[in-house]
């Protein structure tokens, strides 16, 4: 997908349908085709191993077979699937039948001939779980087939899959467990130093995701083939993927692992020219016009990370929420977002813009109308709404909460935080029978649409 066009997207994950059956999906498809939205923008599709984030997940190419429920696919076709999936699609079902079977403990803490992958004892449980082994690798094959279902269900009207990939992968999945030469992790096969961030605009102390650090030198004497074949994978189910924490392509802040927040820790240099140059290769990126990639690249922000962006012609993010300060050269203020960006009302990680804004104290309430020129309290909202599609982003992306008005109950993650987030769904009778044509006007009256006319 280039960004030579001016587009809209809804950003909604599949869990917050009313349900993720094949109907309801194709009924939000018809929704977004009514309303000229040309992006729907979801979350990672991984497997989360507690509770219901997508940013920790079992494998970087399994996808959660409950977002496919039901799903019925024509197994002739399983065999040579699985073979062409092998590099990850085996380990992976050992992974879960063992987690399975081992209480859900952590690869860590199971067996030492189990943990450590003796060839003898895996070839062993290969033949007595051979049934169960089977059972996993199927219901990923009919989830894969269901997804290639909808991306096709989506192109016949005009719309492209926007994905998102974490930076980083969990530390018990099955990508670490069966490649642990390519992650900073000590004999046992426990992580050394882990990702996060420093302090910054969402938490005082920073943010410990817990996730184990490449092997960088590893990875590159493997020519990123593991990187490769994970971007493949995802280009399998997505027009675009976005790289969540691009700025961990230059650098990552790396946490000693006994440390219990990010507060301490030390930025650790990573290979991303080389990194991104090895997937160009892999996906013809010349041929397509560019990397199919964009890059998230908020928080702290040095020369080298938009250095790297603007080398691969990736288009970065900005955040109108994040606009309203007396700094002239905020990147997020909407006279600054130019054509390769897309820009959002919020994201998955910020409060709802209603919730948000009856949460400003009254000297902000007065800098965000100052700077949004709005002198009616009640309007701000939409006038975030407004400015984002406004403005000279090539992509504006609403959150579906933001559409539909709603506030920090419908919040769907607040970092930091354990308990209360990725629940929210909507309900088919919140889509009001006008919603679909006010915004086909509205992004109509932008020139966000590409062939839909006014009805």
Request: hydrophobic fraction near 45%.
């Amino acid at each position: 997908m280039n960004f030579d066009a001016r587009r809209a997207g809804i950003l909604l994950h599949p869990t917050s349908l009313p349900s993720c059956a094949l109907e309801d999906v194709e009924r939000w498809l018809d929704f977004l085709h009514a309303a000229g939205v040309a992006v729907w923008q979801m979350l990672p599709l991984g497997i989360p191993l507690t509770g219901l984030s997508p940013y920790q997940c079992a494998s970087a190419f399994a996808v959660n077979p409950a977002l496919f429920p039901g799903a019925r696919a024509d197994m002739r076709g399983f065999a040579s699937w699985r073979k062409k999936q092998r590099h990850w699609l085996e380990d992976y079902a050992r992974f879960m039948v063992i987690k399975h079977e081992q209480g859900g403990a952590p690869w860590t803490d199971w067996p030492r001939a189990l943990r450590d992958r003796d060839a003898q004892v895996l070839a062993a449980f290969d033949d007595s779980h051979a049934d169960a082994l089977k059972a996993v690798m199927a219901e990923q094959y009919r989830s894969a087939v269901q997804g290639q279902h909808i991306r096709a269900m989506a192109a016949t009207r005009g719309i492209r899959m926007f994905g998102d990939m974490p930076i980083f992968v969990a530390h018990d999945s099955a990508d670490v467990w069966s490649q642990r030469h390519l992650f900073l992790l000590d004999a046992d096969g426990h992580s050394t130093v882990v990702a996060g961030v420093p302090p910054d605009y969402f938490s005082e102390t920073g943010q410990r995701w817990g996730n184990p650090h490449y092997n960088w030198e590893a990875m590159r004497s493997e020519g990123f083939a593991w990187w490769r074949a994970r971007l493949r994978a995802h280009f399998e189910w997505f027009d675009l993927v976005r790289i969540d924490h691009f700025r961990g392509l230059t650098a990552a802040w790396a946490i000693p692992a006994h440390e219990a927040t990010a507060i301490h820790g030390e930025w650790i240099e990573s290979p991303g020219a080389a990194l991104l140059q090895a997937i160009s290769q892999e996906i013809g990126a010349a041929e397509l016009g560019g990397l199919p990639l964009v890059a998230e690249d908020l928080g702290i922000i040095t020369p080298d990370v938009t250095a790297l962006r603007h080398q691969f012609g990736l288009p970065g993010m900005a955040v109108l929420q994040f606009a309203f300060d007396h700094h002239a050269d905020n990147p997020h203020r909407p006279e600054n977002v130019h054509p390769d960006t897309v820009y959002y009302t919020g994201t998955h990680d910020n409060d709802t813009t209603l919730g948000w804004w009856r949460a400003l104290p009254e000297h902000a309430r007065h800098q965000v109308m100052q700077q949004l020129g709005v002198p009616d309290p009640d309007a701000v909202p939409d006038a975030m709404i407004a400015t984002v599609l406004e403005s000279r982003a090539a992509l504006a992306v609403l959150p579906l909460q933001d559409v539909l008005h709603l506030g920090s109950e419908a919040r769907m993650n607040t970092p930091g935080t354990d308990n209360g987030n990725w629940g929210w769904r909507f309900e088919w009778d919140a889509l009001a029978p006008d919603l679909a044509p006010r915004l086909l006007q509205q992004l109509q009256k932008v020139h966000r649409c590409e062939s839909q006319t006014t009805p």
